[in-house]
Structure formats: structure tokens, C-alpha cells
């Protein structure tokens, strides 16, 4: 499967401090997303990240991508309460037709 | 047009019972796919429409799933003669086919 997987699977952090969660997946990519999912919604786009590409900032988002490794990293800085939910990543199939999504990573941060 | 939406938000039914489901993406985009999140995991892929054409299905859609999207605009996802292991949220998503997915809110079904 190319489904990437999230490192960890929860993650609990005090507001302010900084969030780091983890991708990894099996398969070449053309690109890699990631997605933000409060609880019970739809999720929200965050950042892509094409395979040529190694860092991206977006805000408080910064998103590294290493190919070598098939991993990808996002880091949230500064967090906030209001940052509190499931983070996943998800990459392209070989058609890029879909994206195959982690399980995500629980991030709760407390205020 | 403010965004993807889906419609019901929540629909219970009992086992054996078809149900719909349908998305208006947004206007401009070209691409919609449909996905299926059960708890605690991420979401799957079910099928994908480029305009009114469903270019790509997956193994998780069997012949009791049918999805269409006819005049390249809005989409409706049936389910017949459901069962409890299709209890699940059911999302849609549309984009441009560059960039990222713009998602619904979803239908959570649940069969009883």
C-alpha cells in the first residue's frame, strides 16, 4: 500500500509550544498533502508539497518533504488551542487520480 | 458558492434500506471524488469524476455502491440494500486537479 502512516498517533502539548508530527510512505510521490480535521467535520487542506520541493511555510505551518526517506514533517509553531485535532498526510497515486491518506496524528493542545 | 456541500449531514437507517446521498462541489472545479472515513482512520477512496465521467472506482465500491454524477455538476452516491459494516462518514471532495482537495463536511451514516 502507499497509504502514508503518522507518527505519532497522538500528541498532547501545552499552547505555545511547538507540534511536530510525521509522514512516512512507501511508494514515489508527485506530491504530498496535508489535511487538518476537526472532530466529526470535513477536513481542511493545509499545504502541498510537490516532490522537487524540500520545505514549505505556510503561516504558522512548515512542512519539509525528504524523498530519500519517503517522510515528510509538519511543524506547528506557536500552537494554540484552536489547533487542536487530527492531522493527516496524503499522497498521490501512481494515476494521481487520488490521495491515500495516513490514519493521522491526534494533536491536542492544551490551554 | 462558498464551499463543498453535502446533503443529509446525518442519515440513520435500518439494514436492507437504500440510501442517497449528494454533493455540490464547487462550481468551478471539474474533479470530484468520493471517500469513506470510518473512526479512528483516514479516509478511502472510493471514486473519482472528471467532469460527468467516473474515470476511476475502487475495490471498496461494490456492485451495492453506484455513484454519478450526470451533467458534470452535482453527484449522488447510493448505497442499496445496506449493511451495518457500511455504517461510516461519507465525504466528498472537489478540486481543479492541481492543489488540494477542497472536502465536504460529510454524511455520517449509520445503519441499524
Known amino acids: 500500500s502507499q497509504q502514508g502512516e503518522e507518527d505519532p498517533q497522538a500528541l498532547s502539548i501545552q499552547e505555545g509550544e511547538n507540534a511536530t508530527m510525521n509522514c512516512s510512505y512507501k511508494?514515489?510521490?508527485?506530491?504530498l498533502q496535508w489535511y487538518r480535521q476537526n472532530s466529526g467535520r470535513g477536513l481542511v487542506h493545509l499545504i502541498l508539497?510537490?516532490?522537487?520541493?524540500r520545505e514549505k511555510h505556510s503561516g504558522r505551518l512548515r512542512v519539509t518533504l525528504d524523498t530519500s526517506k519517503k517522510s515528510s514533517s509538519l511543524l506547528i509553531t506557536a500552537s494554540r488551542a484552536a489547533d487542536t485535532a487530527s492531522y493527516f498526510c496524503?499522497?498521490?497515486?501512481?494515476?494521481?487520480?487520488?490521495?491515500?491518506f495516513g490514519t493521522g496524528t491526534s494533536l491536542t493542545v492544551i490551554p | 458558492d462558498t464551499g463543498v456541500s453535502q446533503d443529509p449531514r446525518h442519515k440513520i437507517t435500518k439494514r436492507g434500506q437504500n440510501v442517497t446521498f449528494r454533493c455540490d462541489p464547487i462550481?468551478?472545479?471539474?474533479?470530484l471524488y468520493w471517500y469513506r472515513q470510518t473512526l479512528g482512520q483516514g479516509p478511502e477512496f472510493l471514486t473519482y469524476?472528471?467532469?460527468?465521467?467516473?474515470?476511476?472506482k475502487s475495490r471498496l465500491l461494490s456492485d451495492r455502491f453506484s455513484a454519478e454524477r450526470p451533467k458534470g455538476s452535482f453527484s449522488t452516491l447510493e448505497i442499496q440494500r445496506t449493511e451495518q459494516g457500511d455504517s461510516a462518514m461519507y465525504l466528498c471532495?472537489?478540486?481543479?486537479?492541481?492543489?488540494?482537495?477542497?472536502f465536504g463536511s460529510g454524511t455520517r451514516l449509520t445503519v441499524v
Open positions: 496524503a499522497t498521490d497515486s501512481n494515476t494521481g487520480n487520488q490521495f491515500y
Open positions: 471532495a472537489s478540486s481543479m486537479g492541481y492543489g488540494g482537495y477542497t
Open positions: 469524476f472528471q467532469n460527468e465521467a467516473q474515470l476511476e
Open positions: 511508494t514515489s510521490i508527485n506530491n
Open positions: 462550481s468551478e472545479h471539474n474533479r
Open positions: 508539497i510537490r516532490s522537487n520541493e
